[in-house]
């Protein structure tokens, strides 16, 4: 059984609203496919004009090589398996009962079941873990069991492709994974193709084999998890600042959500970096905090594999590296001041200091000496910090000297008054 | 449940034939069941052609009659409740629910009215059914939206004609004088007085609605589950609540016109039968045949003998032992009945 399955400049609209404005995708056997999206981003609406539920305005659906229009209902319903949101009254049918309604496409009108019905319904139900229940009544069940039972209903129908609306939106973690494991087997084992409409980013990640993440009635990005999940198309779409880390196990992109975005127009005011010297796991506080409170960062010269390093990297910042366990090399030394070089303003974080990174801290002179601010974190005090026979030491009273801004503790909001022009009407105290 | 459904659906007929026999029975005039059955056999198999003695006379030209058309009419309500509470998916609908049952009183009402010699032949159930099919006309033509019947407009639609006749009807009885108490009586339900000619009158409507109520029973099943998921099993579902409408609109409209507004049979039966033989609409339509055509011989019997020679108006009949029994169902079901 193959399928094929083709979306053409699909247009649809609620009265006035359009919701899908020109949506084009391709389908094949086998597929496993998200639609993710914001809320009102036309994610259902697209699976149920796939569903021949809705009717697009223009723009339409081939199922292989035929219009929807032009299938019949009953034959579309052989080809395709829905498992909707829900709705309807139930009344008390068994699921015994709900579930054999997924021959219904295949039956005679007056005609009875056949052996090979009963089979496919019993195999449904063991399929979907819901053989014990056949004989409770559909509204006694729980979230997760209802979900499970009209799954086995679709799995009823025989149907090499199965759309899903939402179908973990009401279950638990455990019962989300337990479907979506379900699904995966069936895609893999059964060679069936699935596309599903999900709001959790990270389960979809995990378990498509594609993304089309749609905003705004189009299709914004398509193709690979790694493709799709990137921390500027979230940025743009859901307007939150999120990290994207890979899943320990399978490095699939999994979303982490950070802030919500600034509003625009507040964004431009933060243009200016701040560039963060540390090391050891000393910037890492500063950083977290800057970057939360949206200030754009840099980073230098921190070693590969530091911890510095490894949040460096997570929040995505540009960063000077330098070897694991190397002292700072003169060129590694000199792209740190290029970074400072234009920069708004510069930060000392209370690292340790050794002969092989005394480099960092004159770095933060050379900041001092271009009239960039610069700010000094020295708690615990530079002396008790100074591994490189008192350089460091001698070094801290000369930025002393010259001006730094010595602070016991972060102050952000000096940070922002400081970066933020002075008729600024965003006042961020 | 299978073993309970076949059960209940072999011995619902047995209990009608049962049901029909005492009930034919019963009056001034007491026969024998025996007696009954053996008047009902000779002029079933033809050879009782002319009625020789008083009780075949009162039996064939009197009770049977009025015994077999408060069986359809019985069916019919209760039929058409189970329809509609299917359809428009809401336990409280009833034949009387979209207003095609005012519209038969509003032509009923009309014809007692402006038709001096109404009250003979069959003047009122033909006024009647037109004001049904009217009411039918329009409740669709409101009820539907690009084509399609959106279960709560039709129910909005529904509600705002049937508010609107009872409106005309009151204003009608205002006008009435003295043919007030008639169209009172009319409007309360009573199946006196209504000899054969009646029975044939209602009994194509009946039938017609029956066959396409059974043909999508399995389609209705689907649409219970939610319209979309219907349509992604394969259901016509607009085809089918267009359908499922008008026959039921149909058999609402042929008892109504025949007998007036007989309350409760519709909207108990449907919900009794359904607790005792489960959702699905392929027992659950012949089990409502049956439970609602028992129902109002029973209580029919009831009305005419119990003040006898008075009658009690069916309707207030209904409603005053219906409501007891299904209380009994309900309390007894209610861990377990959802609709």
Known sequence: MSLHVEVKNLVFSYGSETVLDGVSLSLAQGDFIGIIGPNGSGKSTLLKNMAAVLTPDSGEIIIDGKALAHWKRRNLARRMGVVGQGGGAGFNFTVEEMVAMGRYPYLDRFGSFKPADRQAVERAMHLTGCYHLRQREIFSLSGGERQRAILARALAQETPCLLLDEPTSFLDLGYQVELLELLQSLNQREKLTIIVVMHDLNLASRYCRKLFLLYRGQIYAGGSPEEVLTREHILEVYRTEVLIEPHPLDEKPQVIPVAAAPAAGSENSFKKRVHLIGGGGSATPLMKELFVKGLSLSAGVLSVGDSDWVTARRLGLRMVEESPFSPISPLRHRQNLELIGDAGAVMLAPLYIGPGNLPNVEAALFALEQGMPLFVIDNPPAASRDFAGGGGVTLYRRLHSRGALFQNELDVDAIIRLLLPASSPFPQS | ?339
């Not at chain 2, 032509?107 to 007692?112: D, H, M, S």
């Not at chain 2, 032949?121 to 669709?140: D, K, M, R, S």
């Not at chain 2, 919900?271 to 027992?283: E, K, N, T």
């Not at chain 2, 009690?312 to 209904?318: H, K, L």
């Open chain 2, 1 to 339: 449940m299978r073993g309970k459904r076949l059960l209940v659906l072999s011995i619902l007929p047995l209990l009608a034939a049962v049901a029909l026999v005492v009930a034919v029975g019963i009056g001034a005039v007491a026969v024998p069941p025996l007696e009954v059955a053996k008047i009902i056999g000779g002029f079933l198999r033809g050879t009782l052609s002319q009625p020789s003695i008083p009780a075949e006379t009162i039996i064939l030209q009197v009770r049977l009659p009025r015994i077999l058309l408060g069986f359809l009419i019985g069916a019919s309500l209760s039929l058409a409740g189970t329809a509609f509470q299917g359809l428009l998916q809401n336990p409280l609908a009833d034949p009387y629910t979209i207003g095609v049952s005012s519209g038969a009183a509003v032509g009923a009402t009309a014809a007692l009215l402006l038709i001096p010699e109404a009250s003979s032949g069959f003047i009122i159930p033909l006024c009647g059914f037109a004001g049904a099919l009217l009411a039918l006309f329009i409740v669709y033509k409101l009820g539907s939206v690009g084509g399609r019947l959106p279960v709560v407009t039709v129910l909005l639609a529904g509600v705002v004609v049937s508010s609107f006749l009872s409106a005309v009807i009151s204003l009608g009885m205002l006008l009435a004088g003295e043919q007030m108490r008639n169209i009172f009586f009319w409007l309360a339900g009573g199946l006196g007085q209504r000899g054969w000619g009646y029975l044939a009158l209602i009994t194509p409507y009946f039938i017609v609605g029956l066959l396409v109520l059974l043909y999508l029973a399995r389609d209705l099943n689907l649409i219970l589950l939610g319209e979309e998921d219907a349509l992604s099993l394969g259901v016509e579902v607009e085809r089918t609540k267009r359908w499922i409408l008008v026959a039921a609109s149909l058999i609402t409209a042929g008892a109504v016109s025949v007998s007036g507004l007989i309350g409760f049979v519709g909207l108990i039966v449907p919900h009794a039968m359904r607790i005792i033989i489960g959702p699905d609409h392929r027992y659950l339509f012949p089990a409502a045949l049956f439970g609602g055509g028992i129902f109002l011989v029973a209580t029919d019997t009831f009305a005419r003998t119990v003040i006898a020679p008075a009658e009690i108006p069916v309707g207030i009949v209904t409603a005053f032992l219906g409501a007891p029994f299904f209380v009994y169902l309900l309390r007894r079901h209610r861990e377990k009945y959802r609709f």
